[in-house]
């Protein structure tokens, strides 16, 4: 124990005094609380007359833009251009023409933004030199000349157009009585919280894979091998990664929602669906994103001893980068079905319940049996992965030369 947590204390000394795992974490505070506070002074000095009344005439400004549009009306079908311009809720400026090679020059030599070549109000030809992703002039065309002809079909019948509109607008009040777990609400807090358990594990992963190689590198490993237990070793460093990570994930989830909660009023309740997380969630995410994370920082620590070079270390924990990545997609995807049959079954696969329970708590129904099966099943590889993790790296970090495969390390501690 003693060993333990004399490695423990080294490498947590390591990560709190290296110069850029402070910066990022100052970096990411300020960014945090400025991505929350500057939007949240702005709101909160928006309700000011002067700054509504500015934001009116900006509006009235926008609203008065006036949009060139050529238009060919084959048949007269459109009585009152004017008419059909409030109908598409904009300022036009119509520019008539006489043929369809008009409307095409109008909008080859800018004259026009865009035209239309109207046989009858149910079928016309929409005439563009560029069609951009965010054109949506002829959609707002197609529904302006199909009110228009409901409006005009009606009155040949001599209904009266308004009032079947207003009833067509009509809408039935309701309101939604939540029983269980509402997927929709939580789903954004959910989502942020398998990103953080993703970027931590991916950073600390990997930074865990080249503390252990820098020091086979430079065979500092082998004073540290033949004077301290391998246990306690690969032990220490892990949870000194896993410490770290967490102290800097509390500093930045902190900092972000201690700022909300200040200026939760400017935002008007905006980000609710990203900081109000239940108790529940969090203990979830503290017991399965902890364990999932020490169960792949073992692995990363492994897989850093069968290398002997920094360069090697991607390579070699490419595999077990690639399992990690599915167990993510995998929680991606499954969100929109917190309660299908993929999500159970990866809330107990070691591999992908971190991701898995997570969700099923936040987002769906489970029993508290299946959360302690899941946990047991968690922890004991946890465990197991920290011993295997312990015997290859002591049988790693004294081979030098090529990188190792890691079946070639289970042989050998087979043997032994």
Known sequence: MKQFLTVLKFELNNYFKNKSFLLTTIVLIVLAVGIIAIPGVILGGGGSDSDNSASSNSGSESSQETETLALYDVNGSIADP?????????????????????????????????????????????????RSMSDTLDAT?????????????????????????????????????ILGKDSVGNYAYTYMLIMILYFLLIF??????????????????????????????????????????????V???????????????SWGGLLDVLFQIPMPVWAAFAVFGMMGYLLYAFGFGMLGALVS????????????????????????????????LLM??????????????????????????????SAVILAVFCVGAGFLAAKIFRFGTLMYGNPIKFSTALKKIQEK
């Open 82 to 130: 004017q008419a059909l311009s409030q109908a598409m809720g904009m300022n036009i400026e119509w520019l008539e023409c006489s043929d369809e090679n008009q409307v095409e020059d109008a909008v080859t030599d800018g004259t026009a933004r865009a035209g239309f070549i109207v046989e009858d109000l149910m079928n016309y030809t929409y005439v563009v030199e560029n």
């Open 204 to 249: 600390y992963g990997q930074m865990i894979a080249t503390s252990v190689t820098s020091e086979k590198s430079n065979r500092a490993i082998e004073i540290l091998v033949t004077s301290v237990d391998s246990n306690s070793l690969i032990f220490g460093k892990v949870l000194a990664g896993a410490i770290a990570g967490l102290i800097q994930c």
């Open 141 to 177: 065309f197609s529904q302006a000349t199909a009110t228009l002809w409901r409006t005009q079909a009606l009155e040949a019948q001599g209904v009266n157009a308004q009032e079947v509109e207003t009833l067509y607008r009509s809408q039935p009040a309701s309101e939604t009585r």
């Open 344 to 373: 159970r079954v990866a809330s107990f696969i070691p591999f992908t319940s971190s991701n898995g329970m997570l969700i099923r708590i936040a987002m769906g129904s489970v029993a508290m049996w299946e959360i302690v099966v």
């Open 251 to 265: 500093l930045i989830l902190g900092s972000a929602v201690g700022t909300y909660q200040i200026f939760r009023d």
């Open 309 to 340: 070079k920094t360069e090697d270390i991607s390579k070699a924990a490419m595999p077990l980068t690639m399992i990690y990545l599915v167990s993510f997609f995998i929680a991606i995807f499954g969100m929109n079905d917190s309660d299908g």
